[in-house]
């Protein structure tokens, strides 16, 4: 009995149709009421009783196992024949969706910025933003002991491997005007956008991590009114014709004379709300002529040369532009934000 078990066994492993109908000649054959199996059934009555469980289970398994493989046969004849009738795909049918991505907001910016200086002459320059005290600090007059020094505004860096040299991350692109300077001669007319690094507490309003661009132009007889006239075009492109601009008096260690520039709150028009605390107003950028000074650390002769820079948030004037009343959404990638933007370019 066993043997013959096994042997049915064998032939089961061994089913192979091309034909639903042989499948069914299968399955008549072995599994129907007169078939092999059901009849090896009827013969256990005569196993010897020591025999039984270990037959009887045997011939259980080979049931499952026949019609384990029947049901597997027809399922694959039936699906393959299910594809042929789909042979012919309807051309009809609408392509799958794919989502297209979109830039970054912070990206939009930082071309449309780029772009609009390109157009008037200025070039791209970047570097690195590990930076060593004298590109991000000294060549740009901060004192020893100035406060933005101090480690609530910057981010050193372990600097026992460098000796005596203090390297920090970068608090601003300027570093990368003295760069320029130092490696360049007159004329200069160059903008450094990249990723700046400031020990500030994360907020609506403020990030450790943003990006700025700054801007550099030295050459012959540059004047405040070049450096006006240039930023009032940048403003006009960038925010619409109607936007106007108002400079204030500030300090930098690095431009004499220095000022803040606010433009008319794009929001309410000038008109005051939220966003410009009803003053009309919102401040863009710090600006000044470049200090004879910082000039002649670069190797410039100040006699000869002058110069004005500028440097902006790109975040600040993106929240101003795309009306963004939380910073912390330029980093925290998600999507209902980002999709917002597929339209901007
Ligand atoms: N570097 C200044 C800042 O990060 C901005 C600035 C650049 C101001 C150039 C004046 C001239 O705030």
Known sequence: MKNKIDEILRQVDEFKTDSLEQVEELRIKYLSKKGIIPSLFSDFKDVAAEERKEIGMALNELKNKAQDRINLLKEELQSLSAGQDKKIPDLSMPADFTSLGSRHPLSIVRRQIIDIFARIGFTVSEGPEIENDWHNFSALNFPEEHPARDMQDTFFVDDSASGTEKIALRTHTSSVQVRVMENSKPPIRSVSPGRVFRNEAISARAHCIFHQVEGLYVDHNVSFADLKQTLYYFVQEFFGK???????????????????????????????????????????????????????????????????????????????????????????NDMRFLKQFEAAH
């Open 242 to 332: 109607d936007t106007k601009v108002r400079f204030r008096p500030s300090y930098f260690p690095f431009t004499e004379p220095s000022a803040e520039m606010d433009v008319t709150c794009m929001i309410c028009g000038g008109a005051g709300c939220k966003i410009c605390k009803n003053s009309g107003w919102v401040e863009i950028l710090g600006c000044g002529m470049v200090d004879p000074q910082v000039l002649e650390n670069c190797h410039i002769d100040s006699n000869e040369y002058t110069g004005f820079a500028f440097g902006m948030g790109i975040e600040r004037i993106t929240m101003l532009k795309f009306q963004i009343d939380d910073l912390r959404l330029f980093f925290e």
